[in-house]
Structure formats: C-alpha cells, structure tokens
C-alpha cells in the first residue's frame, strides 16, 4: 500500500482476509458510506442556498441594527430621529426574524424583501431630506446585495421605480444637491449591477462545474478542517454507497461500528496519522446497509501551516471492492492454473509467413515439468525447445489463420510414454493457447472396455459385434475389388449334452479348447469369431471360394471331433457348419450372416458336416418362420384338424381301434403333415395346448364310435409332453373327469422319446398307467432302446417299423418275426404299421402279429369319413371289407 504524499502508510493486506469475508457484491447499489474519516452531511444546492440566505440575512440584520442606531444618534435625522430610528429598528428586526424562519422551513427570500428595503429608504429621505446622499449610498451598496440575492433581472426590473423615487424626492426637496448623487447612483448602481451580474453567473458557473466535477466521478470527495473533526464539504456520490439515513451517518460512532471489526485498528490508526500531519492511504471495509461487505480506499492529503499544524484535510474514498473480486478471481485463476496437472502453453506466431516462428510466451508448472523447461524457455521457438512435427506447426498455423479450436484426442510426444489429449484455441496477437491433458488411464481403460465390447469374455475370440464390423469392411472392400468374401457359421453338436451331463464348468472348458484350436489352426482366417454358447464363425478373404471355404469347414469338423480332455473327462463333439459367400449369396452383412446361419441348420438337420447355402434351403426357412409366427396365432386352433387311421385285429378282420394324427389346414401352404410343423411346437411351446386339444378330441371321437366296434383310440406324444408336469396333471385330470376306462386310451411313444431321459419317463408312464391309459412303443426297432428297458418299463404294445414289414415283401421276415415272438414273451401285443401292400397282410398275420395299419387297409381320414367308412365295413360284411384299401 503506497501513500497518498510522504505520509505513512495505512492499509489492510489483501491476503489477510480474503478468504474469512466475503466481499459482497461487486456492483454498488444506489447507495454508500456518506463519510469516511468523519461523518458529515453530503453537499446539497439546496442547502448551498439557505446558508447563503442565512448569511446575507445575518449581514441585513446587522445593517438594519447600525442604520436605526446612526438615524437615532445623528442630529441630521431630526427632532424625530429617535422615532424614526425606533420604527426602523423595530421593522428591520421583525422582518428578518420572519424571514430567518422562513428560510429555515425551506422557503427562499421573496424579492418582495428588496421592494420593502427600497420602498423604506425612500421613505426615510422624504421625511429627512438631508439623509439623501446616505440613502443613496446606502441603495447603490444593496444594489450589489440584490445581485447575488435575487439575481440581476430583479435589480433591473427595479431600477426604474427606484430612479423615479429618487428624482422625485430630490426634486421635492427643492435643491439642486441631489442631482449628484443621483447621477452617481445611477452609474454606480447600474455599473455594479452588471459588474456583479457577471460576477455572480461567473461563480455559478464554476460552482455548478464543481458540482459536476465532483459529484460526477465514481467516488466521495470530501474536505475538513483542521486535525480532526468532522467535514465541511461531501460530494454527493458518498450517499451512494452505503444505504444509511442520515443521521446515522453523522453519528461517528454508528460510522465506526459498520467498520469490519477487524479493520477498525487500521481506521482509528489512519485518523491519528492525518492528525499528526502525515498524508495515508488507508483500506477497510465497511458493512451498507444491505449486510454486504465493501471495501474502501481512503486517500488522504492535509495542508499545514508555518509551525506544521494541521489546517485543512482533503480526501477521496473510492469503491474498491469490484477491483478486490477481481483480482481474486485473478489470483484464484492464477492459482488454478499454476495448480493443475494439465499442461497449458500459450505460443505466439512471430512471423505470420513462417510456420516455424512460433515462441513460447507462457506455460505453467504441468507443462515445464512434462517438457523439462523453467522460466528460461519463454521467448525461444518451440522448435528450439522441444521436438515438433510438421503437421503440428501446420494444424498450429491453421488455428491462427482460421481463428478456430482445433482438437487431436490422442497425442503422443517424442520421449514421453504417456497419452494426451490436445485442444489449442486461438488467441489475439497471433497466439495459440494449448492444453495438454495426461488421458493414459482413460485411454487405456476406454481401449479394454472397447476390447471387452468386440470380444468373448470367455474365449477371447471376437464377438458378434466386431465379426460384423469385420465383414462390413470385408464386404465394402471387396464390391470394390471384385474380391470374394466368405462367412462360416459353426455350431457344436452334443455341446448340450455335456453342459447338461456335467455342468458349464466343463462346457466352458470344452468351448476354451475348440477356440484355441481354432486360432491355432485356421490362420489363414481374416477373423475366428464366437457368436454366443456353442456357435462360431469364421470370416475368410483369402481363397474365398466355395473349394476353399469346404476345406476350412472340413478342417472344422476335424478339429472339433478330436476329443478334448477336461479334468478326468475325455469329450468329443462334432460340428454343423453353414456356408455362405459373398457376392453369390449376398452383398450385405446380413444377409450374408442370415444365410450362413440357415446352411448351418441345414446341416445340424443332416446330421452334421458342412452345407453351402441354397435359396431352396432360405425359402424352407422364410416357411418355418411363418409357421412359427402362425402357431401363436390365434386361429390356429381352428385350423388344426384330427384325422384317424383306423387299426384292424388280423384275427377278425374288424376294426377295433384308431390312431389320431394330427393335421394343420393352413390357409396359404394348405394341409400340412405333422413333420412339417410339430417340432415347431416344441420349440414354440405350442406342443402342450396341440396335444391337449389332440387328445381331448380323440376322446369325443372314441366316445361316439364306440357303437361301431372302436374299443380303443391312441395319440402320439412329445417328450416334451413327458416332461410338462402341467400336460401330466391335465392328463390325470382328464381321466378322472371323463371317466376314461382302463385300455381305452393309448398313448405312444417312440424308442428315442424313451431314452431322452429314462427315469423320468419311468415315472411319468407308470402314473399314467395307474389311471388306466396304455402306452406304446412308436417305431419299434429304429431306435437305440434296450430289452431291459421294454421289460420294465410299464409299456403294453409295441409297433413295428415300417421298414421292417417292408422286409417282408423280399421274403426276409427274421426282423419282424423276432419282434413279435420278443413281445409276446415280455406280454405285449404287436402293431405293424405302415402296411401299404395289401400282401403283407397274410404274412403277418401268419407269424403271429396282432394289428395292422396302413393305406393297404385305410387313410387316415377325417371324424366324418371315418365314420362312412366304418358304417360300410358293417354293411357290407367284414369279409368283403377288411382288406379292400380305402382311399
């Protein structure tokens, strides 16, 4: 803090407090402190005036005084001078008493005051005519008095009166003296009054410059006299800055307890110092009206006289807080900068011509350290300082020509392992701010995230999402090169079986192995990609053609089937691999990936090895999609349909049972089989409500053809059926609802069904035996079943393969034979079903078979048919009937 003069200095340091008070608002409000060192009122017109009224009525009341004292004492007055003196006196102190309380109220000196002082002079030398040369004097004197009082225009409006007065009474008096002194009056009178005319506009103008200039700037002037004590001059700003009334104001005591607390010290400290003489600059903070916090500056100068003592003292208070805030934002800005880990540089193009001219002008802590500079490095070329490239110098004179940022997300320097991120924006004076931002963590966070996004977590292979990005690529490249493209899809055959046999543990393991091979062995692959559970795919570029796409898949297949030791396990699968290749099969990602995936159905259904794709083979999937989407709809129901086949006794030749089979009339495909849509089901979960309603209709159907020699109906069942506890409690609800007897209802399974899972199987068949239904065995010799199995599972008959009776036409009927003299001993009946010739009948029925069904004997034929064609066997005799085809 420096002095105002070669005072001491007084001041408050700005770091003492910065941080423990708030500042307050940066903007004054309407108001301020009214006093600084000591508090006065402020400088007001009106109040210039009524002093200056009040002090020429003091002076009139003087002269009053003296006029009536010299008019009583002086014998030139009269015998009744001492009357006239009285009355003068009388009336010159009432009237001014009157006008001292006027101008206390706030009113002003009416110019009637002048008419009266004139009016009474001219009476006074009427009656004492030898009082005119001091009347006269005595006018010209107020002529002066009238100027600044009520201004010129005033005084010449009432010249005119006046002069007419005086040569009146001059001319009365009947002597010729008074001629002088009225021409003396009128020259003297109307030379003053223009004299003092000027004068008095002169004054004013300077005073309202004054005015102007002090009360004009963005501070409080003020001016006091002697060492101490309150100001005789405020300048108006002062009552802007605090907001207090007056009064308060003018009490020291109320200014000096707004004073921060902390500040008083240094207050009471400058006012001491001004008094001994000594010109202070002084800073504290007051507290407005408003409880914000402001902080002044008081400047202060005295004038002293010959013997050093303080006469007069002047001083300015200036509003410092906005320059305080600022200059904490500053320092706080400083602070930050200097402070932050980020690397901020600030360049300069010396030579707009010159890429290569940048200096540096400025770089913080973070950025020394980082380039191994210090305070030395400022003014050199960054050329000279560190090692830049030309694409540097380059994109930085682009942001100086252009005036725009321009950013590089990842930026490494020569020597430096870590990673940064840059932004440079332009600058005035050709300079370009610059910050570098350690990101290493980020980055190398963000690139595992990104590898965690593209990859299997358990492989390590690419996952979907980066195959498909690969093979976009692939594909753009190639409808530019003419290249071929080729996608494998992969699926692993018996994977479910060891997940479900040993858990994941081991089927996690399993999928380890295979991708290892994979990578290891299939490097002339542009990607080996794990799509999810036991599915891969590999992309191909390179000999893309369909020769060089089966020879990958046939290696795949060689791989997968080469068993895999896990744990004290030895596990073998095999793979289905689809096909496809781009631009034959397809020149999008998609599609390309949609194909592939159908040719790996495809060969999943063949049983493995590998398929290339077919259109036949999309439009069978397009089918089963529709169909799929078709048996969730809600008219399936009544496009399903029960067709029955009926069952003929080769003893009696007469038909004793039917097997239900069931048909869906779609109304685009028309009347499809059950191979075409019942696996659907299963997948769908459809299968329960089918067969349900199946059976359900079987039932009616048993019910009504009863009378016609029907004694007992079957319905083909899916595991999936064994497996729904809901369709087994249905089942037995059914049972016991409708009364189904025991035999009556047969239910079939196939040997594959059976083995799925043979103790729940077990179960399920031997609780559905309990409530009377039977079971049979579908397909019998074309499965893997065991006669340990057929002996104790809970079965009553068993149907032999078709392809078994059809031996029997090439004479071979060992199969066969075997079969039914097997379930005879194990006590089961026998079914041949599938019986198309009509000679089969007589051999099977020579070896003993029990039933037969067929199109040698019927179709499978709706309710309504097959109720003809019952009625017809009766009606024309069973003899005549039983082995005629129907068709």
């Known amino acids: ?246 009064d308060q104001v003018l009490d020291p005591e109320f200014f000096l307890s707004r004073v921060h607390p ?167 004076d050709r300079c370009v701010g610059i910050s570098l931002e350690d990101i290493t963590k980020r980055a190398r966070t963000a690139e595992a995230f990104r590898h965690q996004a593209t990859h299997d977590a358990l492989t390590g292979l690419p996952n979907r999402a980066l195959l498909h990005e690969r093979l976009t690529r692939a594909l753009i490249e190639a409808d530019r090169t ?65 020769s060089g796409a089966e020879e990958v898949a046939r290696r795949l297949n060689e791989l997968a089937t080469e068993p895999v030791q896990v744990g004290q396990y030895r596990l073998q699968v095999s793979a289905s691999v689809g096909i496809a290749l781009a631009p034959e099969h397809g020149n999008d990602a998609e599609t390309l990936m949609r194909r592939a995936d159908g040719a790996m159905y495809d060969a999943k259904q063949a049983g493995g090895g590998h398929v290339v794709y077919c259109a036949a083979q999309e439009l069978a999937a397009v089918k089963r999609l529709e169909l799929l989407a078709d048996l969730r709809g809600d008219s399936f129901g009544e496009q399903m349909e029960v067709h029955f086949q009926p069952r003929v006794q080769l003893s009696s030749g007469a038909t004793v049972g039917i097997e239900a089979l069931v048909r869906w009339r779609h109304p685009r495909h028309g009347l499809l089989a059950p191979a075409e849509f019942i696996e659907l089901a299963e997948v769908s979960g459809a299968i329960r409500g089918i067969t349900q309603a199946v059976t359900s209709r079987t039932w009616d159907a048993l019910t009504e053809l009863e009378r016609h020699g029907i004694r007992s109906a079957s319905v083909n069942l899916s595991t999936r059926n064994l497996f729904d506890p809901a369709w087994v409690e249905w089942m037995c609800e059914m049972a016991e609802t409708r009364g189904i007897g025991e035999g009556r209802l047969w239910m079939e399974l196939t040997e594959g069904q059976l083995m799925d899972d043979p103790r729940q199987s077990t179960e399920v068949i031997e609780r559905l035996h309990r409530i009377g239904i039977r079971f049979s065995i579908d397909d019998f010799g074309s499965g893997a079943s065991s006669l340990a199995m057929i002996r104790d599972l809970p079965v009553d008959e068993v149907k032999i393969d078709r392809r078994f009776v059809d031996e029997l036409l090439d004479g071979d009927d060992r199969i066969t034979r075997s079969i039914v003299d097997l379930a005879h001993h194990l006590g089961l009946s026998v079914t041949a079903e599938g019986v198309a010739d009509p000679r089969l009948i007589e051999t099977l029925r020579s070896i003993g078979c029990d039933t037969v069904q067929g199109f040698a004997l019927a179709r499978p034929m709706p309710l309504d048919e097959l109720r003809t064609h019952l009625v017809r066997e009766q009606a024309e005799g069973l003899e005549d009937a039983r082995y005629r085809p129907v068709t």
């Not at 200056?52 to 001078?81: C, D, K, N, S, Y």
């Not at 694409?391 to 990673?419: C, K, N, R, T, Y």
């Not at 990609?529 to 893309?544: H, I, K, N, P, S």
Request: proline share 5%; net charge negative.
């Open 1 to 246: 803090m420096t002095t105002a003069g070669e005072g001491a200095t007084v001041g408050v340091d700005p770091s003492q407090h910065e941080d423990r008070h708030d500042p307050g608002p940066t903007t004054a409000g309407p108001t301020a402190t009214r006093n600084v060192l000591e508090p006065t009122g402020p400088l007001d017109p009106t109040r210039d005036r009524l002093d200056a009224q009040m002090e020429i009525l003091r002076w009139r009341t003087v002269a009053g005084l003296v006029i009536g004292a010299a008019i009583m004492v002086l014998p030139m007055f009269g015998a009744h001078r001492l009357q006239i003196g009285a009355v003068i006196l009388s009336a010159a102190t009432a009237s001014n008493m009157a006008l001292f309380r006027r101008a206390r109220r706030g009113g002003s000196v009416p110019s009637a005051v002048a008419i009266a002082d004139l009016a009474l002079a001219c009476v006074v030398a009427t009656i004492v005519p030898a009082s005119y040369g001091v009347v006269v004097v005595i006018l010209v004197s107020s002529a002066g008095l009238y100027v600044f009082w009520f201004g010129p225009r005033t005084v010449w409006r009432l010249m005119p009166f006046t002069a007419a007065a005086l040569a009146a009474i001059g001319i009365r008096s009947g002597s010729n003296d008074w001629v002088p002194f009225f021409v003396a009056w009128c020259v003297t009178t109307t030379f003053s009054t223009i004299i003092f005319g000027h004068l008095a506009r002169t004054l004013a103008a300077q005073r309202d410059r004054f005015d102007e200039l002090v009360n004009g700037i963005d501070a409080a002037v003020w001016e006091a006299p002697g060492p101490a004590g309150p100001a005789d001059f405020l300048s108006k700003h002062v009552v802007d800055l605090l907001g207090f009334e007056r």
């Open 262 to 428: 902390e500040d008083r010290s240094v207050f009471v400290e400058g006012q001491q110092l001004v008094a001994g003489g000594q010109d202070v600059e002084v800073h504290f903070r007051v507290t407005d009206a408003w409880g914000r916090v402001r902080r002044l500056q008081n400047r202060v100068r005295v004038t002293l006289d010959g013997t050093g003592r303080v006469v007069r003292r002047r001083g300015i208070v200036v509003d410092e807080t906005a320059r305080w805030e600022a200059e904490a934002t500053v320092r706080q800005y400083s602070d930050f900068v200097e402070g932050i880990p980020i690397a901020l540089v600030v360049i300069q193009m010396t030579d707009p011509t010159d890429r290569s001219s940048f200096v540096l002008r400025a770089a913080n802590p973070a950025a020394n350290a980082l380039a191994d500079l210090d305070d030395r490095a400022i003014g050199h070329r960054v050329a000279d300082l560190i090692s830049v490239t030309d694409a540097f110098l380059d994109d930085m004179s682009d942001v100086v020509a252009s005036g725009e940022p321009h950013d590089e997300p990842f930026v490494q320097l020569a020597g430096v392992d870590e990673i940064f991120s840059m932004r440079a924006v332009p600058l005035p």
């Open 482 to 546: 003419g290249a071929p493209v080729g996608l494998l899809m992969v699926d692993l055959d018996q994977f479910k079986d060891v997940n479900d046999a040993l858990g994941h543990e081991y089927g996690d393991a399993l999928l380890r192995e295979i991708a290892r091979r994979m990578s290891d062995r299939l490097r002339n692959c542009d990607t080996i990609a794990r799509l999810g559970g036991d599915e891969f795919a590999v992309l191909l570029t390179t000999d893309a053609s369909v």
